[in-house]
């Protein structure tokens, strides 16, 4: 019994080996449209609303002016820590 399951078990492995692989697909047929013969008559689409306009953003100079030097400041705030 033990020499039956032995070899069953020996032999279903190599039947694997005897399948043929899957053939592929056949390419889908190429499909052809002949026009020439066809008037084609319609209206453009286009979409409904109202085009509105608008000015591009203006860039504006800042009206904060930075100071060039902070020196005399510093120098007050200093003389007032000691």
């Known amino acids: ?16 080996f005897g399948q043929t692989k899957p053939q592929p697909k056949p390419p889908p047929p ?4 002949n026009l020439d013969a066809d008037t084609v008559d ?3 689409q286009v979409p409904g609303g ?3 306009l608008v000015d591009p953003p203006v860039k504006h100079s800042s009206i904060i002016q930075l100071r060039e030097s902070f020196a005399d400041r510093v120098l007050a705030s200093s003389q007032e820590l000691r």
């Open 50 to 52: 109202v085009i509105v």
């Open 30 to 33: 190429v499909t052809k449209l």
């Open 1 to 16: 019994m033990r020499k039956l399951a032995l070899i069953a078990v020996l032999a279903v492995p190599s039947l694997a």
């Open 42 to 44: 319609g209206v453009r």
